[in-house]
């Protein structure tokens, strides 16, 4: 029988669900309402102007924002133009692409962590250049990574700028389709004119889109002005985007889950309808980031079950809705990488896979979002790989059911020499890299040496080899000229002491 | 019976509950026991029990916000009494997220423990510009100065609020706590803030410090 295909290789996939049709729709028609009868506050005039304009009712303007009602046809309107299938490719565009629909998975790193820790040394500290260029390299080098993120805010740069040196940081370590930050719009401006020379230009842009742009509203019901001022330029310059709430339950969305789907929906709804009237056909993902808050110590959970069960139902609802969807897993709230981290990702990998999001983000992330850590990053590629192989399923035919090489070998008898072995194995059987599996004596002879041992041996292996240059020295020069600019426009803003390092 | 106001009253903050809190407060004063006795001996007995019960982990945050919010209910009353009276009470904080920043919900939650620890809370809310903490300052007189930023970006406003600050001549009057998920005690050193707290009960426990409390 055939279940549920991914664009992993599959006959049969084993399926995990956790919301029925009904309840789907009873979470969808839920948040038309609170869209239309709540309303969202829109800090951002161009935005509220153009919601008013095409049916919204907006009320209550102040200063800097106003209430905005949207009724339920708009919605409508906007999905009917909201495209099903959106592609991002990497800078090699021959050679790396995601197919955002459907069931497809692609796996990538989280974003922006104030902090990391140095894989060397083993220290917590400030996020630095040379750690997003090394952490896109790994990227480069993991085979179940398809896309990548800053795993760390570059903090040796001018504090308002981050956002073009991150870029150039990424684009030094992988040609992987990248989903950027942008401190505003003119760190996205910049970014876009980055990624022309990267590409080969505008019109190689349009064909091949080499990044997406992630965009986040504040819960409850919020988009600041910089968060609507980005999704409108990229619905103008055919930038894809993630447009991700990352609703707390119990602090800024009800502690309910189903009333944190619901308010989610309707903040990624305002969205989604915003793009729509600037340009229809703009592409979007749309998230995938809830969790619960840790009730003791009022963090954001990253390991919570109760994220995991949450992205599961989003994702389910953004099939529902023909959107493709932005998940949340290889991520912990362990403060290294050790059996926490690895019981929390291994949870939250499998369930993202099992239920088929899109593009799940967050793999390498420690201490709820705060720290990055190759080591998370490079075990996670093996728990995807595992993870991967459950997916691929027990495929069942003629030739799988063996019949005849069972009859051939009879009671007694091994398969261990047999054709249908050799052929076969190596599909059929997956094989660790990182797990071990010797026994004591192989163990002890190899070292003795703990899986974070091997893991930590693993990162330096890949940091430590000799690479060619991802770009060469004329466009190197040419895209840090924009990154030195943006440095030189908003020197104003900027604190006169270090910030960080 | 006093005894049995203060028992009354400090279960009252134990259990959460704002109506039995603010009734007993007002009985205890009608009967004539002094505000300094019901705080010390009623209200603040139970935040201080609720302290020792969320350390250990049996009481979460939702509760502990209930009882803060009971030991507000409370002082409301107790606050013009005592302030005539002289007692010295543990004062006023401004609370605010700073320019450039929509997050809300880390400033009330320090807000909200920071009035469970008897402070008299001024919330100006999140985006705010460093002439609007200055406005707040002149106008309610605070010990206390507590800024919040969730993003990198907006951490600078923390620097340059600073700054305004000692350049309104209003420094000296002021003691500043920063908080917010990429904060930490190195930033805050290097901005000139007097403090930094790693979450709310730290926050509201380096407020109590900041004003000689503890």
Known sequence: MQ???????????????????????????????????????????????????????????????????????????????????????????????????????????????????????????????????????????????????????????????YDRWQYLAMLEGTNKPINITAVDKDGLK???????????GEKEWLKTPIFSLYIEPVSPLSHSVEVIDKLLFCADHRIPFVYTPCPLAGATSPTTLAGTAVQALTESLLGIVLSQLRRPGSPMIIGGLMSAMDMRTAIYSYGSPEMALLSAAYTQITKWLGVPEYETAGCSDAKMYDEQAAMEATMNIASAALIGGN?????????????????????????????????????????????HVINEIGPGGHYLAHDHTFERFKDGIWQPKLMDRQNFEGWEASGSKTHRQRVNEKVIEILDRDEEPKLDEKMYKELKRICELADEKYKDEELDLDMFV | MSEKVFEILSTAILEGDSETSAAIT??????????????????????????????????????????????ASGMTLLRPILADAGVQMAGTIVMGTVKGDLHDIGKNLVSMMCEGAGFEIVNIGFNVAPDEFIKAIKENQPEIIGMSAMLTTTMRSMGHTIKAIEEAGLRDQVKIMVGGAPVDQEFADRIGADGYGANAPASSNLAKQLVGLS
Do not use: C, W
């Open chain 2, 26 to 71: 007002q009985q205890g004063l009608d009967e004539g026991i002094s505000a300094e006795d019901l705080l010390n001996n009623g209200l603040l007995l139970g935040m201080e029990e609720v302290g020792v019960r969320f350390k250990a982990g049996d009481m979460f945050v939702p509760e502990v916000l209930m009882s803060a919010e009971s030991m």
């Open chain 1, 190 to 200: 910049d970014q876009l004119e980055m990624a022309y020379i990267r590409i080969g």
């Open chain 1, 359 to 403: 593009m799940i983000h967050d793999v390498g992330y420690l201490e709820q979002g705060l720290t990055s850590s190759a080591e998370m990053m490079v075990a996670a590629d093996e728990i995807i790989d595992m993870v991967k192989r459950i997916l691929k399923g027990i495929p069942v035919n003629d030739d799988t059911k063996a019949l």
């Open chain 1, 3 to 161: 279940v549920k295909k991914t664009n992993y290789l599959v006959n049969n996939t084993p399926t995990f669900e956790v919301l029925s049709e009904e309840e789907i729709e009873a979470i969808y028609y839920a948040a038309l309402t609170v869209l239309s009868e709540t309303g969202v506050r829109i800090y951002n005039k161009e935005g509220y102007d153009l919601a008013g304009a095409h049916g919204a009712t907006v009320e209550d303007v102040t200063d800097d924002s106003a209430l905005v009602k949207i009724p339920p046809e708009m919605v409508d309107i906007a999905l009917s133009t909201l495209p099903r299938k959106v592609v991002i490719y990497g800078a090699d565009p021959s050679k790396y692409k995601m197919e955002l629909f459907k069931n497809q998975i692609y796996f990538g790193a989280g974003s922006d962590t104030p902090f990391t820790i140095d894989p060397y040394t083993g220290d917590r500290r400030r996020a630095v250049y040379k750690d997003v260029k090394n952490f896109a390299r790994l990227a480069e080098a993991l085979p179940n990574l398809d896309f990548h993120m800053s795993l760390g805010i570059v903090q040796d740069s001018a504090v308002g700028t």
